[in-house]
């Protein structure tokens, strides 16, 4: 992919000040956090030379990750029009996932990637479900939706390595729920302070109408996604148990990724 992101306009997510500089905030984790991923799981590849199967997957995982980098990196350049600079929270958060990789160990790195990737992979699906149909701008929109695709692909590829490493006893199941908590309240703590940040960089910090419509949207998707958060503290979870196959070829039509059933047939 190769999006340009020429004229977006201020507010491209439901044409309010809260809303876009939520997701710009999510968008800022992702440069620095795919490449976090990319790292910890490029650190254990080597032992599972003996899978042929997961090793190629590894393979596309990381492949994809850069690419996911490079578009949402290319996107916070675009957004330096506004006056946000949304590179610069990119860089912190370059510096914190810096500071955890070298405090962890391998196994914990990777832990932290596959607790990150459930998180991922359950906040993509109500993108595509719903969420994208906010998004004014074309470009941004075909963005997450190409970016939601591409993690659903490939959310169990951190948990098969995991799994393959370490097995499903207490001693695999105790740090994979640990982890995931902290870094779930990392995810969440960040991205809210990000979001008011870049609120206060755009003199909307106080904007309390804008501030009330995202409040009701961020309750109504709690609503969905604390159920499946709490599908991973389950001993027997995993991600594929869940199928999105028929929400992620209706997306590739959406995005022009496939051809849709009516060009074919016509």
Known sequence: M??????IPRYWCNNEPSFTHF???LSTLFPEGESYFVRSVRALRAKAKNNPRLDREIGAFIGQEAMHSKEHHAFHLSAKQHGLDPESLEKVTGII?????????????????????H????LVVTMMESVNELMTDETIRNLWLWHSVEETEHKAVA???YEYLYGTGLSAYLPRVTIFTLSLALIITMSSIYQIVLMKRDRQLFNLKSWGKFQKFAQQSYQIFIPKFIDYYRRDFHPNQTDESELVAKTKI????????NTLFS
Request: aromatic fraction near 16%.
């Open 254 to 261: 959406k995005i022009g990724l496939e051809p849709s059933t």
């Open 23 to 25: 997701f710009t905030a």
């Open 119 to 122: 998180y991922t992979a359950v």
């Open 159 to 161: 948990y098969d390595l």
């Open 97 to 117: 996932l810096k500071g955890i990789e070298r405090v962890f160990s391998k196994k914990w790195n990777l832990l932290v990637t596959v607790g990150l990737e």
């Open 2 to 7: 190769d999006y340009q992101f020429n004229n």
